[in-house]
């Protein structure tokens, strides 16, 4: 069935100022400044929602990002998905003992179709592409949201071209190829962000990811697509909220949307409460922008790390509201933290997640130990993609394999030395 949206137009974050349905991803022309910008967030005719979007509608439907359409901007006869959403929500009791929490969830993106919570921005961007009646698409990527945008762009019939890195690993490289999209390599973030501008003004191509600087964040309408995460969660708990919810960021556009989900669903009476936000980060720009306290996050001081897929010195101020609002925190976290973390969950709850991803689980432990998080507090965590995306780094922090005969006596001398495990007699 052909459906209209209940989309009224487009506000800034920041100033409120309001827009049409148009394409303002460069984000508000009246806040934009050499350090600052805030991108534009989509409005809903909430009054009529209230009638329309019920429980019982939601319960009637596939358990899919799109079951909660009415609340997404884009017509239904342009919707493009490979079935993405409807992802589990699985309760960790063994890593919740090992905190000292009652309870805690993880919220496992990996089950998306390219394996990372990026398919969900990419299914509303590039379905509101089509609605646009756009042919070519590009992203600034540097691998999950590149093969996210290549997949549904493929899907939609769509050209898509890449900007991304030398050094991101091979695995995600393959990835954005694999689809047919044109991925080139640019010296720099910088670099990638001046090209794409160029291409975007002269070519009328169609932006998945931020390319402007100060960042604004990714295409507002695909971060639309991230308020099905909180829908979801939401629905899982018998319709209540989460007490904490923690999310890795970079630019936080994932953060954000969660956000905005919680907020619309108080709004429209379905939770009678929100929760406090938290973004797990490696380098601190919105740390130190929630201690300058003028709502503005840094531009903080940078060095290699294994989690690529959220190194960025600077976030946007769409996450650092998201903490403001939900009287939030951000945490920082060392790779040294992450990787004894991916082992761990691994280990005692069976989840292989990217290692940018474990920065979520490693905030929850810091905060849990400072008595940010209280033990009764339910807490979620986002694992935001498949630790297959990066399986390099992890190879290098698990036992090689030993090779063994056929003698019982040297299979359990070599379990032993190499697993310190000892067989039971």
Known sequence: MTYKTMVTGSKCINCGHVYNEGRYFEGCKKCRTSTFSSNLTVT??????????????????????WRYRE????????IISLGEGGTPLIQCNKIAENFNMNTLFIKDESMNPTWSFKDRLASVAI?????????????????????ATAAYAAHAGLQCVIFTL???????KVLMQIYDAKVVSCENLNERWKLMSKCIKKYNWYPISNYVSPPVGSNYYGIE???????????DLGWKAPDVFIASVAYADGLFGIWKGFKELKKLGFIDRLPRMVAAEVFGSLSNGLVKGNNCPKNVPTHPTIAFSIATPISSFQGLKSLIESNGIAVTVTDEEILKMQIELGKKEGIFAEPSSIASLVGAKKLRIDDWIKPW?????????????????AANNIPKIPLVGSSIDELSKTLKETYNFVIEK
């Open 71 to 78: 609340l997404l901007p884009v017509r239904s006869d342009f």
């Open 166 to 172: 030398e050094d991101v690993p091979k695995t995600m």
């Open 127 to 147: 379905s509101k592409a089509c609605e646009f009646g756009i042919s070519t698409v590009v992203v600034s990527s540097t691998g999950n949201q590149g093969a």
């Open 377 to 393: 507090e339910n807490v979620v965590c986002l694992n935001t993609s498949s630790g297959l995306k990066d399986i390099n780094t």
């Open 44 to 65: 809903y005719n909430y009054k009529k929602l209230k009638n329309i979007f019920t429980k019982d509608l939601v319960a009637s439907r596939n358990h899919n990002l």
């Open 225 to 235: 697509g991230y308020k099905t995460i909180a829908f979801e969660i939401v629905e």
